[in-house]
């Protein structure tokens, strides 16, 4: 007669089995984790990254339409006929030297003014430089019309920014050659490079015929 199989024989995990197979599992759940963590950080950023890339040409878009109407006159008749301004560069800044004027009254590496009249007797004048912004706690590229407060646009510090080299204007003549002087100017460049969290780099650069511009220096 057979003898039955005693409890010490049962099929079944010692402790120490289960001890280890506890070990293992959490291991494989930690490294799962990681790599969803992962995953889900790069998702946060290039979202961030795409949010700042639509704020930067938003506001391109904005800066073209400031830049290329300066100088602009609505009067025909030259009633209200201003004349350019005009101011030679000294250590890279230019200031109108013959204010009120029209087309660029200061002209900076990081800021620029720029005036038009687009209603008669009426001059516009539009600053964009950087600045420390109370509101947003950050560097900004600001707008101002006239003698108004500025108006943040694009934060150069913040989330999924890790640094950024703030927008930089050139001033270029009718021939592409680097302006000496305010009268000179025809076109300005806009570049802007910002640096993301991730290591990955974001250059914009934007060209802006000053159109309205057609006296000669």
Not at 76 to 88: D, K
Not at 106 to 128: F, H, M, N, Q, S
Not at 136 to 148: C, F, N, P, Q, S
Not at 181 to 210: P, Q, W
Request: net charge neutral; with cysteine; hydrophobic share 45%.
């Amino acid at each position: 007669m057979k003898k039955a199989n005693s409890g010490k024989n049962a099929a079944g995990f010692t402790l120490v089995e289960v001890i280890i197979a506890t070990a293992m599992g959490l291991l494989v759940l930690g490294a799962l984790y990681g790599i969803f963590r992962v995953f889900d950080v790069s998702r946060l950023e290039a979202t961030k990254l795409l949010t700042i890339n639509t704020d930067v040409i938003a506001a391109l878009d904005l800066i073209y339409g400031d830049i290329t109407m300066a100088g602009y006159n609505t009067d025909a008749t030259g009633a209200f006929s201003l004349p350019i301004c005009r101011g030679n560069f000294s250590q890279g800044t230019a200031v109108a030297t013959n204010a009120p004027c029209l087309g660029v009254k200061y002209a900076g590496c990081d800021k620029i003014t720029v005036t038009a009249c687009p209603e008669v007797e009426r001059l516009t004048e539009v600053t964009y430089d950087v600045y420390r912004s109370a509101a947003w706690e950050t560097v900004v590229l600001g707008r101002a019309i006239g003698a108004a407060s500025h108006q943040p646009l694009i934060a150069l510090r913040g989330p999924g920014i890790a640094n950024a080299e703030y927008l930089r204007w050139e001033y270029l003549t009718r021939d592409g050659l680097e302006a000496t002087n305010l009268e000179s100017i025809r076109c300005v460049r806009a570049k802007l490079t910002i640096f993301g969290v991730d290591g990955s780099s974001h250059n914009y650069t934007l060209d802006m015929s000053m159109k309205n511009i057609v006296s000669e220096p």
